[in-house]
């Protein structure tokens, strides 16, 4: 009995001497890794400021798979957060700034010990290079893992490493996995909506419309307005050598309503008319892929294009509902002249074109 009660203070000892010479060892860090990345600036900032996107690619703890995540109700920009629960602690992010297509600056509290994470971005040959600088105090799971496998490098710079390369991996996947469908001359129904104009530089399309998408649904959440579908843009303009839009950021809505005088809010109402349909399944920088494929359709069904009506795309599925880019559906519209002869109505198909698609109603 003698010699198990000296083996458990033997034991107790080591254990309590393991644990104090652990949290003794030096609390600082710093670590910087990049990697060159083959996309865009504008594609890569977009998807590292959007908080839900970590989940696909960042490593949180060696049991990745195991992680609890919450976000905040905006998914990107500053004061944008997101934390999670795992193996190695609780830990919650914020966004502390951002400079667009530039640079992201995120602050981390690991079971009290407190970091921060710069994310830098640089045209280089053949893309984007990515840079990650990591600085801060060590929580007691990252001093216990360092300890064990070999010291910091081999651990936070490891984890670093790994979620460079799995952000590699998943930007190639989410951005270029997408698909475009030439749905036919439908009937586009009308609806009361409210809009949002703005001018904005194409670049910063985007970017503008994650904005003020979520501001017209809050706008109509406080003034108990009824939603009655999903948000849409209207190309008002489009000067592609300046590449300068006029767009008007849309909500639809049950009833018509009046704002106040002044308000950068106004209520309008959408006539329905005949259009070309294109189906975009993936992400926004398709675009003009799918407004060239739309074009090429209306041509190879000799319809001709009424100019007088604004391009239209209704967002479906986004970022707006949490989903990462390869899920994103986009609707685009291109009013057309009706066709002759032929009556549209909002149940009945009633023509076939070239391509053996046909004409019908949409909401």
């Known amino acids: 009995m003698k010699i198990l009660k000296y083996l458990f203070l033997l034991v107790l000892l080591l254990s309590v001497g393991g644990s ?6 030096k609390n600082n860090f710093k670590t910087v890794k990049s990697i060159v990345i083959k996309t865009s600036k504008s594609s890569v900032y ?12 960042f490593v949180f703890d060696k049991n990745n798979s195991l992680i609890n995540l919450e976000y905040s109700k905006n998914f990107s920009g500053v004061g944008s957060h997101f934390s999670w629960s795992g193996s190695e602690g609780d830990g919650k992010t914020i966004v502390y700034f951002t400079k667009e297509n530039d640079s992201i600056v995120q602050k981390t509290n690991l079971d009290g010990a407190f970091s921060e994470t710069v994310w830098k971005l640089k045209d280089t040959i053949g893309g984007t290079k990515v840079t990650i600088v990591s600085k801060g105090e060590m929580s007691f799971s990252n001093k216990l893992n360092s300890f064990i496998n070999g010291g910091v490098e081999k651990v936070i710079a490891r984890k670093i490493e790994l979620s460079l390369k799995n952000l590699n991996r998943s930007l190639d996947y989410e951005l270029n996995t997408y698909s475009i469908v030439s749905n036919g001359v439908v009937y586009k129904k009308g609806c009361y909506y409210l809009k949002h104009t703005i001018n904005t530089k194409l670049s910063r399309l985007n970017y503008n419309v994650k904005i003020l998408i979520p501001y017209l649904i809050n706008f109509s959440n406080q003034n108990q307005i009824i939603i009655s579908g999903k948000p849409f843009v209207l190309y008002n303009s489009i000067d592609e050598n300046k590449e300068i839009t006029n767009i008007s950021v849309c909500l639809p809505i049950k009833k018509r309503i009046f704002t106040s005088s002044g308000s950068d809010i106004i209520c309008n109402e959408l006539e329905g008319y005949t259009s070309f349909k294109t189906t975009l399944n993936g992400d926004y920088s398709h ?3 799918a407004w060239k494929k739309t074009k090429e359709f209306i041509n190879k069904n000799r319809e001709t294009l009424n100019k007088s009506i604004p391009v239209l795309e209704v967002y479906n599925t986004s970022s707006i509902d949490g989903l990462s880019p390869s899920k994103w559906q986009t609707t685009l519209y291109m009013a057309v002249q009706p066709i002759r002869n032929s009556t549209l109505s909002a149940s009945t198909t009633t023509t076939t074109i070239d391509n ?3 004409i019908e109603s949409e909401q």
């Open 20 to 25: 104090v010479f652990i949290a003794t060892q």
């Open 46 to 57: 977009n998807y590292l400021n959007d908080n839900k996107n970590y989940k696909d690619w």
């Open 287 to 289: 675009r003009k892929t």
């Open 356 to 358: 053996k698609e046909t």
